[in-house]
């Protein structure tokens, strides 16, 4: 593969000035709106006239996001487990601490600064709104990881390797050096990359109208042609790679030890438009479409066995935990699915958002207990218990985080629509320090 070196860094900022002057005095005696604040260049501290439009200031929480410097991870040729967790019944589901079924859930009453997540806030330690990334005793920021120039749409830990791999709207594969954290060479593809998987030693990436590989052991590379348009999804099982297209067909290839190559095995046809997720679990490949819909195939006929309506909006998330299925929509909805008698999936629980729901991914806590992740379309990741969804808080972003990978050892990774990835890790509540 052809390798360039880092010779970029840094991304343009979001600045999007919304809000008072910190500290502005809430009760004027004049009564008045300020109208330096209305132009957005107010700098009086504190301003005699109103910052009316903001909410009163909440409890200022402690500063957990840890913040680039000095910190760097290390990936033990592992990719952990992601979305397994320990059981629960359906009659445990969304039962949690301030959460019923289909009722309101808990959420936290305090939001990060603005301008903060925007990287324009002056007033620092001054500041009357947190400065952190994530709302939560659970988890802790390791470092920010920037380079890319557009969405990031794939994150990848390939067996055997000491890389990071990340892949953007912006053409190009990343590789982050796991024990220093900086950027050791990029892939220029050329094209949009939609997506990126990694299975034991090999790198699978999504491209417009077929699939690139590299074995990151032996250095061989190859392109698997045959999809049309965007490849949005890759998934893996019973020995063979499935491609979701644009085109709303699913591409099936089975590695040949022969050849030491892959050779076309299948081609699924149902959907109505482009499939956009793809996840793999008990024998089963279950796939999310811009028709709403949730197909699953049998992965001994490849046949499609089932299809499942409930969604009302793109369904762009399906998620494999202990035996349920969970899927997320555009709807705003997360959906948990469970076999009856018969085999069938039926919706067991339905757990309404605020936002659109565009990615899942699911790992263990510090405590080794399931935690679900949803990224949302407002700009954040909610955290959740499972089967309880009682919240665990929330990370900020300064805008949508359409990549999330687990990681080894408590470790996972989000990558946002600015192209800023960022390195997370599960810790004891309250062994943080501030």
Same mark, same amino acid.
């Given at each position: 593969?052809?390798?360039?070196?880092?010779?970029?860094?840094?991304?343009?900022?979001?600045?999007?000035? =919304?809000?008072?002057?910190?500290?502005?005095?809430?009760?004027?005696?004049?009564?008045?709106?300020?109208?330096?604040?209305?132009?957005?260049?107010?700098?009086?501290?504190?301003?005699?006239?109103?910052?009316?439009?903001?909410?009163?200031?909440?409890?200022?929480?402690?500063?957990?996001?840890? *913040?680039?410097?000095?910190?760097?991870?290390?990936?033990?040729?592992? *990719?952990?487990?992601?979305?397994?967790?320990?059981?629960?019944?359906?009659?445990?589901?969304?039962?949690?601490?301030?959460?019923?079924?289909?009722?309101?859930?808990?959420?936290?009453?305090?939001?990060?600064?603005?301008?903060?997540?925007?990287?324009?806030?002056?007033?620092?330690?001054?500041?009357?709104?947190?400065?952190?990334?994530?709302?939560?005793?659970?988890?802790?920021? =390791?470092?920010? =990881?920037?380079?890319?120039?557009?969405?990031?749409?794939?994150?990848?830990?390939?067996?055997?390797?000491?890389?990071?791999?990340?892949?953007?709207?912006?053409?190009?594969? /990343?590789?982050?050096?796991?024990?220093?954290?900086?950027?050791?060479?990029?892939?220029?593809?050329? /094209?949009?990359?939609?997506?990126?998987?990694?299975?034991?030693?090999?790198?699978?990436?999504?491209?417009?109208?077929?699939?690139?590989?590299?074995?990151?052991?032996?250095?061989?590379?190859?392109?698997?042609?045959?999809?049309?348009?965007?490849?949005?999804?890759?998934?893996?099982?019973?020995?063979?790679?499935?491609?979701?297209?644009?085109?709303?067909?699913?591409?099936?290839?089975?590695?040949?030890?022969?050849?030491?190559?892959?050779?076309?095995?299948?081609?699924?046809?149902?959907?109505?438009?482009?499939?956009?997720?793809?996840?793999?679990?008990?024998?089963?490949?279950?796939?999310?479409?811009?028709?709403?819909?949730? /197909?699953?195939?049998?992965?001994?006929?490849?046949?499609?066995?089932?299809?499942?309506?409930?969604?009302?909006?793109?369904?762009?998330?399906?998620?494999?935990?202990?035996?349920?299925?969970?899927?997320?929509?555009?709807?705003?909805?997360?959906?948990?699915?469970?076999?009856?008698?018969?085999?069938?999936?039926?919706?067991?629980?339905?757990?309404?958002?605020?936002?659109?729901?565009?990615?899942?991914?699911?790992?263990?806590?510090?405590?080794?207990?399931?935690?679900?992740?949803?990224?949302?379309?407002?700009?954040?990741? /909610?955290?959740?218990?499972?089967?309880?969804?009682?919240?665990?808080?929330?990370?900020?972003?300064?805008?949508?985080?359409?990549?999330?990978?687990?990681?080894?050892?408590?470790?996972?990774?989000?990558?946002?629509?600015?192209?800023?990835?960022?390195?997370?890790?599960?810790?004891?509540?309250?062994?943080?320090?501030?």
């Amino acid at each position: 593969m052809d390798l360039e070196t880092n010779g970029r860094f840094g991304n343009k900022r979001v600045h999007n000035r =919304l809000g008072p002057a910190h500290g502005a005095a809430s009760s004027s005696t004049s009564g008045k709106v300020c109208i330096h604040w209305r132009a957005g260049r107010c700098h009086r501290f504190p301003c005699p006239y109103l910052h009316s439009e903001l909410p009163e200031a909440t409890t200022k929480r402690p500063n957990h996001s840890g *913040g680039p410097g000095g910190h760097v991870w290390r990936n033990p040729n592992s *990719g952990g487990e992601g979305g397994r967790g320990g059981g629960g019944g359906p009659s445990k589901w969304g039962r949690g601490p301030g959460s019923a079924d289909g009722g309101p859930r808990h959420k936290p009453a305090d939001r990060p600064c603005k301008f903060f997540l925007s990287g324009d806030c002056s007033y620092g330690e001054k500041c009357r709104y947190p400065h952190t990334y994530c709302m939560s005793d659970s988890i802790t920021l =390791l470092t920010q =990881l920037q380079g890319h120039e557009k969405v990031v749409t794939g994150i990848a830990l390939p067996t055997g390797s000491d890389k990071l791999y990340s892949g953007s709207k912006d053409g190009t594969v /990343r590789m982050w050096d796991c024990q220093t954290g900086q950027c050791a060479g990029v892939i220029n593809m050329g /094209r949009e990359i939609g997506c990126m998987i990694s299975e034991g030693p090999w790198l699978f990436v999504g491209i417009p109208d077929a699939v690139k590989v590299w074995n990151m052991q032996t250095q061989a590379e190859m392109t698997l042609t045959g999809p049309t348009g965007q490849v949005y999804a890759l998934a893996v099982g019973n020995e063979l790679l499935f491609a979701a297209t644009q085109d709303g067909r699913i591409l099936a290839w089975r590695f040949s030890a022969a050849t030491n190559g892959f050779e076309p095995a299948a081609s699924l046809a149902g959907h109505q438009l482009a499939v956009v997720s793809l996840v793999v679990g008990a024998m089963r490949l279950y796939s999310g479409s811009m028709d709403k819909t949730i /197909r699953v195939w049998d992965l001994a006929t490849l046949q499609c066995i089932q299809t499942l309506s409930d969604h009302t909006s793109v369904v762009m998330s399906v998620l494999c935990w202990d035996q349920f299925l969970l899927s997320c929509s555009l709807d705003q909805t997360i959906k948990v699915w469970a076999a009856t008698e018969t085999g069938s999936l039926e919706v067991t629980y339905t757990h309404k958002e605020e936002h659109g729901a565009l990615a899942l991914s699911g790992m263990p806590d510090a405590q080794s207990k399931p935690v679900l992740l949803c990224s949302l379309n407002d700009n954040t990741v /909610r955290l959740y218990d499972l089967p309880s969804f009682s919240d665990r808080g929330r990370i900020f972003s300064k805008q949508e985080i359409r990549a999330i990978q687990i990681g080894p050892g408590g470790l996972f990774f989000t990558g946002d629509g600015t192209g800023e990835l960022k390195v997370w890790q599960w810790v004891i509540e309250g062994s943080q320090t501030k």
